[in-house]
């Protein structure tokens, strides 16, 4: 639909931008804080490690007090596990507790609405030596730290996340600096979906904890969600398409929202010999979480056609590359879409195409909580970082919301990725995406100060005229 007059944002749009903790943070030992999976995997050759990252832990006050320049209604930021259970389990760190007690209170100070992840890619490596996800107590552990964060945190948190991503946690696990397969399994995509059956029991126990502790709270999940086109109108590439959206997109979707296994995904699973085992109570647990509203990343959609019997699993292939899988489809480049300097596709259409799908399957509100521009920005001597091409692709995006919520979706708010520059899942410090700029380098660490990007200007425009302003 062509909408000649566009539906106004909300009043009460969640304007705002992300980060995750072992990203953002650093002080990666610092004040009792235990290592996670992230602090102890070998980083890719030519990218710094996560010690420092952008030094949010030291400079909380001076991040938020830009972000609140801007005129950010919420922040999403997450928890880092082993800052507040440096063992995964058992003593909780008083250090940890406090350094996110500041956080919340300081973005409250300003009005900014706390939005927190409670998983965003780093397990306590302490938990990882006990077997990480395939181990069954993992939904137990999970369940304790929330009930830590909700304890401590829910007096003023009022919207929560689950994990973040788990859909890429489980099809790119490795990229991404986690999840752990065993030495000698002999059935990868078992164990896999073991490990992942685990994350969506504890999801669901997670979401059903925080509505018997806090009432008042709101939570979802946050997988990243592209939506799947046919490289063609063959029916063939159509069943592709309706595979991969299935085991990309939907089985988290329909697990968090109806508690239910997809049905092509658990067809799928079969045909594999690799169908999850169901622990005693877990499809009641299943059942049992309801999301209020549902979070997701957007970065570009996929395309895919029908398998010729041939892929072999791309050893490069991250977050937005459709991989490919014998017999269930084949990952196909979109000729009709540009890339990024990094070679993610850019599909702002697409973006409205995928609320559209998500808000007819599920009819539940939704938030963004990730979108953005990974790019090598320069740092003028005058100390200006003329990034048009970010302004440029989130404009063409906040568009497609303003159009997705003329179609009648529900729309809750908008957090970019990210607040701040910080390091990629896996190409260091010089993918940049945030609205303010750090100054460092991939190993020379510099001053570490903050400037303020281009898009820092636009977005605070952007944010006062409530999306009116692109
Ligand atoms: C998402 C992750 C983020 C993030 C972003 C950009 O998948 O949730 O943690 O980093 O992608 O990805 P990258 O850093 O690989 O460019």
Known sequence: MLHKTLKPFPKDFLWGASTSAYQVEGASLEDGKGPSCQD???????????????????????????????????YRFSISWSRIIPEGTGAVNPKGIEYYNNVINECLKYGIEPLVTMFHFDMPAALDERGSWGNRDSIDWFLNFAKVMFENFGDRVKYWLTINEQNMLTLVGPVIGTLMI?????????????????????????MALCHEMLPGAKIGPAPNISLVYPASCKPEDVLAAQNYNAIRNWLYLD?????????????????NDACPEFGEGDEEALKSGHPDFIGFNYYNTATVEASDGTEKL???ADQQTARGEKGVYRGY??????????????????????????????????IVTENGLGAYDTLTEDGKVHDQYRIEYLRKHIEQIHLAISDGAEMMGYCPWSAIDLISTHEGMVKRYGFIYVD????DLKTLDRYKKDSFYWYKKVIASNGEDL
């Open 255 to 271: 697990m968090a929202v109806y508690g239910v296994y997809n049905n092509l995904v658990w067809a799928y699973l079969e045909e």
């Open 40 to 74: 102890v995997k070998v980083v890719p050759e030519g990218t710094s490690d996560l010690k420092v990252c952008a030094d949010q832990y030291h400079r909380y006050k001076e991040d938020i007090a830009l972000m609140a320049e801007m005129g950010f209604k919420t």
């Open 314 to 316: 791309d050893p490069g």
């Open 182 to 206: 065993p030495e000698g399994c002999t059935n990868v995509l078992k164990e896999t979906y073991q490990q992942n059956h685990h994350m969506l029991v504890a999801q669901a126990k997670a």
């Open 440 to 443: 460092r380098d991939e190993f």
């Open 333 to 366: 480049k979109n000729p009709n879409l540009p890339t990024t300097e990094f070679g993610w596709e850019i599909d702002p259409m697409g973006f409205r195409a995928t609320i559209r799908e998500m808000y007819s399957r599920y009819r539940l509100p939704m």
